[in-house]
């Protein structure tokens, strides 16, 4: 799986962008932070993390993972290590650029973090993970393989915002509707082989998870911290958001803690500057 489509991205909200560093406000030290949206999702989804970030200079990339932002049926001809590339590729560009580099994710953007992380330690000096998935008690899965084989696709899991679903806030992380079971599939093997590797993940780690999840389980959050190698792991419940919780009431949370932690383990002293 490998070609990747070239179709025009369907809203620029959904597109790749980058924020440059600013050193002045991270006492002379250019830290990077790598970050990756979710399965069927799209940057729009970390653009708010990741401006709050910037504004305490963090120099952030959030590229769009191949085929997202366009259609699911473009989504359906990529798969793991597609993604996998675009966010290797995106690292590569920050450790030329930055003097030390963290890698954050939503969801899958959280498994493809810790696979990052589990494949180049010397690279990823920091992990910062908002409902990560790598794995599922949902037993629909299982058919997975076999179901792709007849099915296309099937009704999408985006947009599970508290502050959306409940108070009509306007915001949207510009998912699908639907979703591609070739790329399902390729996910869940995925997954596979990468929780055989998180004993190499030895990266400081915050985990944020919400307490109410529609679409990632706990299991997940505990296969994370049962499985890694990090000597450093810290999990944080959050209790009023969803599964995009980038996009929800927890965001001021995310941003602050995940600034701190960032500041402690890249080297930073939030004094300085």
């Known amino acids: 799986m490998t070609t990747r489509p070239d179709t025009r991205v369907r809203d620029p909200r959904a597109e790749a962008f980058v924020l440059p560093a600013r050193p002045e406000l991270t006492g002379g030290r250019r830290v990077g932070v790598l970050m990756s949206h979710g399965f069927t999702g799209s940057p729009a989804?970390?653009?708010p993390w990741?401006?709050?970030?910037?504004?305490?200079?963090?120099?952030?990339?959030?590229?769009?993972?191949?085929?997202?932002?366009?259609t699911w049926q473009d989504m359906a001809r990529t798969g793991w290590a597609d993604w996998r590339g675009e966010l290797e590729g995106a690292l590569d560009v920050l450790?030329?650029?930055?003097?030390?580099?963290?890698?954050a994710g939503l969801s899958m953007g959280g498994a493809l973090a810790?696979?990052?992380?589990?494949?180049?330690?010397?690279?990823?000096?920091?992990?910062v993970l908002v409902n990560p998935a790598v794995t599922s008690r949902d037993r629909r899965l299982v058919a997975v393989p076999l179901l792709r084989r007849v099915i296309a696709s099937m009704p999408g899991i985006g947009n599970d915002i508290r502050a959306r679903v409940e108070d009509g806030a306007e915001v949207d992380e510009?998912?699908?509707?639907?979703?591609p079971l070739a790329a399902l599939h390729e996910m869940i093997a995925g997954w596979r082989s990468l929780r055989g590797d998180l004993g190499r993940v030895v990266a400081p780690l915050l985990m944020f998870r919400s307490v109410t999840d529609h679409v990632v389980d706990p299991s997940s959050g505990a296969a994370i911290t049962a499985g890694v190698g990090?000597?450093?792991?810290?999990?944080?419940?959050?209790?009023?958001?969803?599964?995009?919780?980038?996009?929800?009431?927890d965001l001021p949370v995310i941003v602050e803690e995940s600034a701190a932690?960032?500041?402690?383990?890249?080297g930073v002293d939030p004094t300085d500057g």
Request: glycine residues 6%; aromatic residues 6%; contains cysteine.
């Open 230 to 249: 990090s000597a450093q792991v810290t999990e944080r419940l959050l209790e009023h958001s969803w599964h995009v919780a980038t996009l929800d009431h």
């Open 95 to 103: 450790l030329a650029e930055h003097d030390v580099v963290a890698v």
């Open 261 to 266: 932690f960032l500041a402690a383990a890249c």
């Open 174 to 179: 510009l998912g699908y509707d639907r979703v």
């Open 45 to 47: 989804s970390m653009r």
């Open 50 to 70: 990741a401006e709050a970030l910037a504004a305490q200079g963090y120099g952030v990339r959030a590229p769009r993972l191949p085929g997202h932002g366009t």
């Open 114 to 127: 810790l696979r990052l992380a589990a494949d180049r330690p010397d690279d990823v000096a920091a992990l």
